[in-house]
């Protein structure tokens, strides 16, 4: 089961810096992270999102490599290509296997403008080491909202409050 995290920052380049070292760190084997989000506070109240994988690009590739092999098979390869693209971007789009987007957005709309939030969906962590290496990004962060157990849920607030204590 994969747990959600939402931690809020005074700004979108300090929500993004932290998402690129989760991703360093998700390669370095200490997190497997299934998705990685930033949802921004847009002056006037929009939230835009910045996803970090797109499920429709992912599909219309797939589509396009899949639908051009069988386009072989009926000597039409680029007819092929753009049918299995059309169908892979349909695919990708109905099926959003990270955050839901209404629940970020939802979020993001309670956040001050020029804020952001990121949004984690945690398969498996080695907390400590994570805890460690994400330190310098706690500062000015905040938890939003977690699906964590109580134990985990305070050793991270623990290390968020201990940053911006140690930054003051």
Do not use: C
Not at 44 to 62: C, D, I, R, T
Not at 152 to 167: K, M, N, P, V
């Amino acid at each position: 089961m994969s747990d959600l995290i939402a931690i809020g920052y005074r700004d979108v380049a300090t929500a993004n810096a932290a998402r690129e070292k989760i991703i360093d760190l998700q390669r370095q084997g200490l997190i497997k992270v299934r998705d990685a989000a930033v949802a921004e506070s847009e002056p006037g109240g929009k939230v835009k999102l910045h996803q970090s994988a797109s499920a429709v690009g992912a599909g219309a590739a797939g589509g396009a490599l899949w639908g051009g092999l069988i386009g072989l098979l009926f000597l039409a390869p680029f007819l092929g290509m753009a049918v299995g693209a059309g169908a892979g971007a349909l695919a990708g789009k109905a099926v959003d296997t990270g955050v839901d987007d209404r629940f970020m957005k939802d979020v993001g709309a309670a956040l001050q403008p020029g804020s952001a939030a990121l949004f984690l969906l945690v398969d498996q962590v080695t907390v400590d080491k994570v805890i460690a290496e994400m330190a310098p990004y706690n500062f000015g962060g905040r938890l939003l909202r977690s699906s964590l157990s109580t134990t985990a849920e305070q050793q991270l607030r623990d290390a968020i409050e201990a940053a911006h204590l140690t930054s003051v």
